[in-house]
C-alpha cells in the first residue's frame, strides 16, 4: 500500500510539470535611457527596455526588477510596480527608473585608472519580470560599453 501511494505521488507530480508551458526565454535589449529629475546624492534615469516574447502564449508580468553592473562592480538598481501582458510573437517597450547613488560612482571611479576610458567596459544587467509564483521570468544581458569619443573618467 505504501508503494503504491508513492508510486501515485511520483506520477501526479510528474503529470502537475507537464501542466506548466515550455517557454523560451524573453530577449531583452537596452533601447534608450533618459535622465530624471535627481536628489542630492543620486542620478536617476529613465532605462527603456525592449522585451520581446518568442513564445505561443502571452506573457503576463506585474513588476520588473533591474541591477546593473559595469566593470564588476555594482553601478545602479531600479525597480517599477508597472503590470501589462506581451502578446505571443510580439514586443514591447517597458520604462523603469534607475537610482545611480554617488557612493557607486565614487567606486566605479575607484576602479578606473587615469587613462583607463569607458570604451569597452564589461556590464551585466540582471532583472526579472514579475508574473506570480510560477510566472516570474529571470533575465540577463551582457556586454561592453562603447561610448562615443573615447570619453574617459
Not at 19 to 33: A, E, H, S, T, W
Not at 46 to 55: D, F, S, T
Request: with cysteine; glycine share 8%.
Amino acid at each position: 500500500m505504501r508503494k503504491l501511494m508513492v508510486l501515485s505521488l511520483l506520477l501526479l507530480t510528474l503529470s502537475a510539470c507537464a501542466l506548466f508551458p515550455n517557454r523560451d526565454p524573453v530577449n531583452i535589449n537596452v533601447v534608450g535611457i533618459e535622465p530624471l529629475q535627481s536628489q542630492d546624492l543620486e542620478v536617476r534615469f529613465a532605462v527603456k527596455l525592449r522585451v520581446q516574447n518568442p513564445n505561443e502564449t502571452a506573457i503576463d508580468y506585474n513588476g520588473v526588477a533591474l541591477d546593473l553592473e559595469v566593470n564588476g562592480r555594482p553601478l545602479a538598481s531600479g525597480v517599477s510596480d508597472q503590470a501589462g501582458s506581451i502578446p505571443r510573437f510580439s514586443e514591447t517597450v517597458l520604462t523603469v527608473p534607475v537610482s545611480v547613488s554617488a557612493f557607486s560612482v565614487l567606486r566605479q571611479t575607484l576602479g578606473l585608472s587615469q587613462t583607463q576610458s569607458l570604451n569597452n567596459l564589461p556590464y551585466v544587467l540582471r532583472g526579472k519580470l514579475a508574473g506570480g509564483v510560477f510566472g516570474t521570468m529571470r533575465f540577463v544581458d551582457r556586454g561592453t560599453l562603447d561610448m562615443p569619443n573615447g570619453a574617459t573618467w
